[in-house]
Structures are given as C-alpha cells and as structure tokens.
C-alpha cells in the first residue's frame, strides 16, 4: 500500500504519526511516574504532548528519516528519555515496572486511535480526504507496534529489559542492569544484521493483522 506513494508523500504521511507515537511514549512513563509518587518529569514540563519538549535530534529525526527515505520497510527513533527517580516510589522495583510498561501500553493505544482513524478514512469514501486519513492510519498502526514490540525486548535499557529487572532478584536485577552500557551497541547490531528484523517478523505480521481488521482494510 505505501509503495504507491512517492518520497515526499510518504514523508508528509508518517512525520506526524512518528513524532507523536515517540513523544506519547515518552509521556506515559512520566504520567505513570507521577503515579506513583515522582513528579521529576512534570516538574521539568515533561509531561506534555508538544513534540519539541520531547525531540531528540538523532532518534526523533534522523534516524527514522533515515529508514524511511531508504525505503527499509522497518521504521523506528526514540525521543529524550522522560526523567524518572526511583527514590521517590515507596516500592521503586515495583513501580519501576508499570512505569516501564506504560510506555509500550500508550503505543498500543495510539496504535488503537490510528486504526479507528483509518476506519473512519475507508467509511468516509470522499477519496481526496479518506485517503490520506487511511495512510496516516496504516502509518500510525505500524510505527506504534514497532515501538511497543521493540521495546518490550529483555536489553537493557529497553522497557522490557526494566520489566524484567523488577522480577528478578536483587542480585540478578543488579548484574543483568549492568548490560545497559552496551544495550544501544547490541539493538544496532540486531538492526544492521537484519536479525532484529527477523526476530520482530513474524509477532508484528499476527499483531498488525488485528489492527488492520479493527481499521477495515
């Protein structure tokens, strides 16, 4: 379906859907956080859904321009990470974990909207409007699910890799944490070598067929 547009239209389709699935995420962690007892991200006016409070220039915008002009079919980026301190939860593991999920759990969400978005777009069927409304849809599903499954991984410093810590001993959390100085290192490898690709295949394929079916395309 995205094959059919040209270079600038696929740009104009996915900016906003990349910069919002990346902010959003960010924005659950520090609402999470809040939850629990610490408001370091909504002190620092982190708790915002304006992009440029969020945008990291390498994550945000290079690196996923990058992936779409080079037409890799695979689409990601991070944004500045939303700060959280562990000191001001009563039970830091615990809430350590939900803050982690609510990442990926905001994605899942925005994914949801997108779909109900593009649903409207086939409904609609006044072509100049529905299909943009679709391809922003199908462009929002996809980056929303590649964010939420990529970091539900187990490396450090993922959000799976914090969810993980806070069900593991300790001693174990504290030993499998110190992987997180060479966390970007190996995500790059499995991405350069294709095996991320391969690894996130097939979940992806049976995740974006429900949500595609919830679009009706």
């Known amino acids: 379906m995205m094959e059919e547009l040209t270079l600038v239209q696929r740009i104009v389709v996915w900016i906003l859907p990349v910069i919002f699935a990346i902010a959003g995420h960010e924005v659950a962690h520090g609402w999470m956080a809040r939850r629990y007892g610490d408001k370091t991200a909504e002190?620092?006016?982190?708790?915002?859904?304006?992009?440029?409070?969020?945008?990291?220039?390498?994550?945000?915008?290079?690196?996923?321009?990058?992936?779409?002009?080079?037409?890799?079919?695979?689409?990601?980026?991070?944004?500045?990470?939303?700060?959280?301190?562990?000191?001001?939860?009563?039970?830091?593991?615990?809430?350590?974990?939900?803050?982690?999920?609510?990442?990926?759990?905001?994605?899942?969400?925005?994914?949801?909207?997108?779909?109900l978005i593009a649903r409207f777009g086939v409904m609609l069927e006044i072509e100049f409007i529905s299909m943009p409304l679709i391809y922003m849809g199908v462009a929002g599903i996809t980056i929303n699910l590649v964010l939420a499954i990529i970091n539900m991984l187990p490396i450090p410093p993922?959000?799976?890799?914090?969810?993980?810590?806070?069900?593991?001993?300790?001693?174990?959390?504290?030993?499998?944490?110190?992987?997180?100085?060479?966390?970007?290192?190996?995500?790059?490898?499995?991405?350069v070598t294709g095996v991320l690709g391969m690894m996130l295949a097939y979940p992806m394929f049976i995740i974006q067929q429900v949500f595609f079916s919830l679009a009706g395309i």
């Open 158 to 191: 993922l959000d799976g890799a914090r969810v993980l810590s806070g069900l593991l001993p300790d001693y174990w959390a504290w030993r499998f944490n110190q992987l997180e100085r060479f966390g970007f290192v190996i995500l790059l490898i499995l991405l």
């Open 43 to 115: 002190r620092e006016g982190r708790l915002t859904l304006n992009p440029i409070k969020h945008i990291d220039p390498v994550g945000t915008l290079i690196v996923p321009g990058l992936l779409l002009i080079t037409f890799t079919g695979f689409i990601f980026g991070w944004a500045k990470p939303v700060p959280v301190d562990p000191r001001n939860f009563k039970k830091p593991k615990q809430a350590m974990m939900m803050v982690a999920l609510a990442g990926p759990a905001s994605n899942l969400l925005m994914a949801t909207a997108w779909a």
